[in-house]
């Protein structure tokens, strides 16, 4: 467990959904300004960069059933391993191995627009509401964690988000974004490349919807839907389409990602 040597045990946790941000006091009847400080100032400043970037938005929908399964073994495991198993881990695993074979979506751009960087590691970001407001920290290495591994950063990541208490380093090098806003509610989105970053995926919540299988018969399919963004200047469309499909096979077919993991 090379990267686990900060992690405590097992903290309680909460749902996304579960913690409504604290509102400001109702205003009465006089205007407040207030400065724009902490993770909002954060975001301020990479959300005015990024407005800069063309986005290409690309979505689908993935059935999970079986991820499903998997799943709910792992979160019966997941105590005895001193973490929790959500399905982020389960997505953040998929999205790593798909970006091996599509390592132009974890990559990064310089500013004078010439070079564009490959990066080794899969530092995968996890967009997180917290108490101070979005912040998006990274699990370093994807790569090579295991899905424990991922869990338990994750874990201390959120953790640490709601304390805002997210060290730098946490904040730094990240190489690709996974947002699950589906942890509070809806189906799309259309989520905003966070610099310089070239590519963002947005996760929504999980539902039944009624589908056909391969023999035209209609069964209950567990669905998340998938919003990706991509740089234009550097990735066209028919690699972002591919990269999705191949996540969206390990998805579907859990058994196939665990195949894939060294
Ligand atoms: N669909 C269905 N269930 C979901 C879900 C989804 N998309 N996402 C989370 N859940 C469920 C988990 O399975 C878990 O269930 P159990 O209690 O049975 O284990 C529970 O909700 C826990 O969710 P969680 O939110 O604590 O954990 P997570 O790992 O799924 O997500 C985090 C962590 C940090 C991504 C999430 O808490 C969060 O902050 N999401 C919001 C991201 C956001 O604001 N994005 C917008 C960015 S742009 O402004």
Not at 204 to 210: F, L, N, S, T, Y
């Amino acid at each position: 467990l090379r990267f686990l040597g900060h992690i405590g045990p097992a903290e309680t946790t909460s749902k996304a959904s579960d913690q409504p941000r604290p509102a400001f006091t109702p205003l009465s009847g006089q205007d407040k300004t207030i400065p724009i400080r902490g993770y909002t100032r954060i975001m301020m400043k990479t959300m005015t960069q990024a407005n800069t970037i063309p986005h290409f938005g690309y979505n689908d929908e993935v059935v999970v059933n079986r991820l499903i399964d998997l799943r709910a073994q792992l979160k019966k495991l997941a105590s005895e391993k001193g973490t929790k198993m959500s399905y982020m881990p389960l997505f953040i695993k998929a999205a790593s191995l798909a970006l091996t074979q599509y390592p132009v979506l974890n990559a990064s751009l310089d500013s004078s627009l010439e070079n564009i960087t490959y990066k080794s590691a899969h530092n995968i970001c996890v967009a997180m509401d917290t108490p101070g407001g979005l912040v998006v920290p990274n699990i370093k290495h994807c790569e090579q964690r295991n899905l424990w591994e991922i869990a338990l950063e994750l874990n201390r990541l959120q953790e640490a988000g709601k304390r805002q208490q997210l060290d730098r380093n946490d904040l730094a090098d990240g190489t690709f974004t996974l947002s699950n806003i589906g942890a509070i509610g809806g189906t799309y989105a259309s989520p905003v490349i966070f610099p310089p970053q070239v590519a963002i995926g947005a996760l929504g919540k999980i539902e039944v919807h009624p589908r056909y299988d391969n023999h035209m018969q209609i069964y209950p399919a567990h669905i998340v839907k998938v919003s990706w963004a991509a740089d234009h200047r550097v990735i066209d469309g028919a690699t972002m389409a591919r990269f999705s499909n191949l996540w969206k096979e390990y998805l579907e077919n859990p058994a196939l990602m665990i195949a894939e993991m060294r």
